[in-house]
């Protein structure tokens, strides 16, 4: 069973990302803040990450993806800022999906990265 970090500040996203990772068959650790995406990065095995971008007033996800670089966890940026946060999303240099996006696509895209979407043999 995979395990997936969702990294967003918006609890309803959140809260829909989590139950379209689980009806894949995924299990789902929630983040609202780095802090807390950083602390379960630390305490958990995670496979792959959805990663919002703004996370509200001077804060973005930027951390949150280097430590997944520096572990070589694949992720997914699912933002509505495109135009704000063009020059990080270059830096970043991840997949992009806007939002509004159907949450099951987002999961579904994020489980292929890590070869979640396979049945178990």
């Known amino acids: 069973m995979p395990k997936v970090l969702v990294l967003e500040d918006e609890p309803l996203i959140a809260m829909n990302l989590q139950y379209a990772f689980e009806d894949e068959g995924a299990e789902v650790v929630v983040a ?3 802090e807390q995406a950083l602390k379960s990065l630390a305490d958990n095995p995670i496979d792959v990450a959805v990663l919002d971008v703004n996370l509200g007033p001077k804060s973005h996800c930027g951390p949150v993806a280097d430590a997944l670089k520096q572990r070589a966890i694949p992720f997914i940026l699912h933002t509505g800022d495109l135009d704000r946060h063009g020059e990080l999303l270059r830096k970043i240099d ?25 049945e178990p043999a």
């Open 94 to 118: 991840a997949p992009v999906m806007a939002k509004p996006a159907d949450t099951s696509d987002v999961a579904k895209r994020a489980l292929e990265m890590c070869g979640g979407d396979k």
């Open 32 to 34: 609202a803040t780095c």
